[in-house]
């Protein structure tokens, strides 16, 4: 017992010089400990919560019940205490656990050594927030966004390309390899109606760039025509087998139509610090007879009233994967997309961020890439990460008083100027420069947009409020970057800056003696294994929870805690509390590191 046991977590966390996750390393040695305790019971799986009260400790393992009905039916007598008591002897002294106690029939309580959460801070504080050790790097296709060439990227483009951003800076931080695909539509019937408004409109396009900058009512006026007109509608349906067939000139009017497009998504992207590759669906056309041959020599095709379909496991309607008239599907074009991720990009996990609606699509896209032989589940990770609709405050789906789907580039133009009226309100235009007035003006506005969103569980319908993101109190970005800037000035108040702070932290050791010191310090522990959960189920409200806890826990320390005393009559600081400033710094680095996930830029100064 001398010998004080340290974990695989800890061990792997030191020698990849990560972030050790506190719960990893509890579940760890007690798992060891129920091997010795219960060595009946096989592969016994830990459970283990934060305590709901102080008086509970710091974390509960509540094994011990279940245990004993299993050893019951095995024809071992042994109530809950019992089983407790011997888990408790089987434990080994570790640098983690200062003490444990058994309460009620058989709850293990936990307490934490200080001593191990101040190490850890101090930790933090020299060598930054790290992420906690998840096995070898992985290859991550992220499929997000995805507009539709010659249309308006409206409100429910936000939720894939914020959600889906997130996740993919989640898995940039725990360092895996992410390509981060703009599955764009620009292939399809509808481009020979826009091909042929466009050589009717302005017949010289391929010598002067046509004016087509409203390519919304560019595709309305389109539509119109298709509809309205069977001559321009004929021609239309010449013009789609001409582009299909590649034809020089109709391919240019194509070209020029998908530019027009992207020089407009490109400024919401810009302005939502977005990094995406495009990879449309016409990148896979050429693919499309290969898939389908390798399909019908694996015998998974089925001749049906002249269509080629094919039934996967789960769902009864069969997909269709070449239409009678020899033309292919979406369903064609999503084959051959995930077997190219699979295959070519060599992924070892592909994620879909798409609303809920399509998730039979991408079930059955998923069952016959298994069917096919092209991966295997338990080996590659392919995922459907759905999600809810945005709707306005009456509860019905976000749209224009006149019942129009709102312009994306318009939301954020309005999140520019109430957030600009926000910050004139609290009279910040006379504290800041202009600079600085146009950084924060941004940073609320888009960090307002993007945490309304990520902030609730993305199966759900959201409704989009600008008064009630733009509050600064509650669970909102407004109110974490204005806390963010708050604890970033304490030190600036206290003249240190932040080299001199990571030094201080080499020496200074933080004692987390006041009870608000130390459940600040437990709190911040806790951002390896909200990270960990968050890569396993992919809900990012679980992260915009635990920063609004960091927040409001931070401010019980700092209402309870001096950081810097200064003379009440003089204002001069006569004592820095430099573990306390510290603590500070340690809270601004985990909420740092939290928006940098979320895709959120604080600024220093509000």
Request: with cysteine; net charge negative; charged share 30%.
């Amino acid at each position: 017992m001398a010998d004080v046991f340290e974990s695989v977590a800890e061990q792997e966390a030191r020698q990849e010089e990560k972030m050790p996750s506190l719960v990893n390393i509890l579940k760890e040695i007690f798992e060891n400990a129920l091997h010795k305790a219960v060595p009946e019971i096989e592969n016994p799986q830990v459970v283990l919560t934060l305590s709901t009260s102080e008086k509970f400790g710091d974390y509960q393992c509540n094994n011990a019940m279940n245990i004993s009905q299993q050893l019951k039916a095995k024809g071992i007598k042994k109530n809950p205490r019992e089983v407790a008591t011997d888990i408790v002897q089987a434990l080994p002294q570790t640098a983690v656990i200062e003490k444990t106690e058994i309460a009620g029939p058989g709850f293990i309580n936990i307490t934490l050594k200080k001593s191990f959460v101040g190490k850890t801070l101090n930790d933090l504080l020299v060598n930054g927030v790290r992420p906690p050790p998840v096995g070898k790097t992985l290859r991550y296709v992220v499929d997000l966004s995805s507009p539709n060439i010659a249309k308006e990227m409206h409100v429910g483009h936000l939720r894939s390309t914020i959600i889906g951003d997130s996740i993919c800076r989640l898995l940039e931080f725990l360092g895996h390899d992410v390509l981060r695909l703009n599955h764009v539509g620009d292939w399809g019937t509808q481009f020979g109606m826009l091909i042929a408004n466009l050589t009717d409109k302005f017949p010289n396009y391929q010598e002067v760039s046509p004016p087509i900058g409203d390519l919304q009512a560019f595709y309305k006026d389109s539509k119109i025509r298709f509809d309205d007109d069977e001559d321009f509608k004929r021609r239309a349906y010449d013009f789609v087998v001409k582009l299909q067939s590649g034809e020089p000139n109709v391919t240019k009017a194509w070209k020029l139509i998908c530019q027009e497009s992207r020089n407009e998504f490109q400024k919401i992207y810009d302005a939502l610090d977005i990094k995406l590759v495009e990879r449309g669906e016409s990148f896979y056309n050429d693919m499309m007879p290969g898939i389908v041959k390798q399909l019908e020599d694996g015998g998974h095709l089925t001749k049906d009233e002249g269509r080629k379909v094919m039934f996967v496991p789960g769902t009864e309607v069969p997909m269709t994967v070449v239409k009678s008239d020899g033309g292919f599907t979406y369903d064609t074009s999503d084959l051959a997309a995930v077997n190219h991720r699979l295959k070519e990009e060599k992924a070892d996990g592909i994620l879909y961020v798409v609303d809920a609606g399509q998730g039979l699509h991408f079930k059955q896209i998923f069952s016959a890439a298994e069917k096919a032989g092209w991966y295997d589940p338990s080996a590659v990770r392919i995922e459907h990460v759905g999600f809810g609709v945005v709707l306005g405050e009456d509860k019905k789906k976000f749209k224009t008083r006149s019942g129009e789907t709102i312009r994306l580039i318009d939301l954020l133009q309005e999140g520019l100027k109430r957030s600009e009226q926000k910050l004139k309100d609290k009279e910040r235009d006379k504290v800041l420069t202009p600079e600085e007035m146009k950084a924060a003006q941004e940073a609320v506005a888009y960090g307002c947009i993007k945490y309304s969103d990520l902030c609730h569980n993305r199966v759900n319908d959201y409704v989009f409020s600008f008064d009630k993101m733009l509050d600064d109190k509650g669970n909102t970005a407004a109110y974490l970057l204005y806390a963010y800037t708050r604890i970033r000035s304490i030190a600036r108040l206290a003249k240190i800056d932040r080299e001199t702070l990571k030094k201080e932290a080499e020496t200074t050791s933080i004692a987390l003696d006041h009870p608000k010191e130390w459940k600040l310090g437990k709190c911040l522990m806790r951002l390896p294994e909200i990270v960990l959960r968050i890569f396993d189920d992919l809900y990012m409200h679980t992260l915009c929870e635990y920063l609004f806890e960091v927040a409001t826990t931070f401010t019980e320390f700092y209402d309870n805690c001096y950081c810097v005393e200064k003379d009440r009559q003089t204002g001069e600081i006569v004592k820095v509390n430099m573990d306390r400033i510290l603590m500070c710094e340690a809270t601004a680095n985990v909420i740092e590191a939290g928006f940098q996930i979320l895709g959120i830029n604080p600024v220093e100064r509000m």
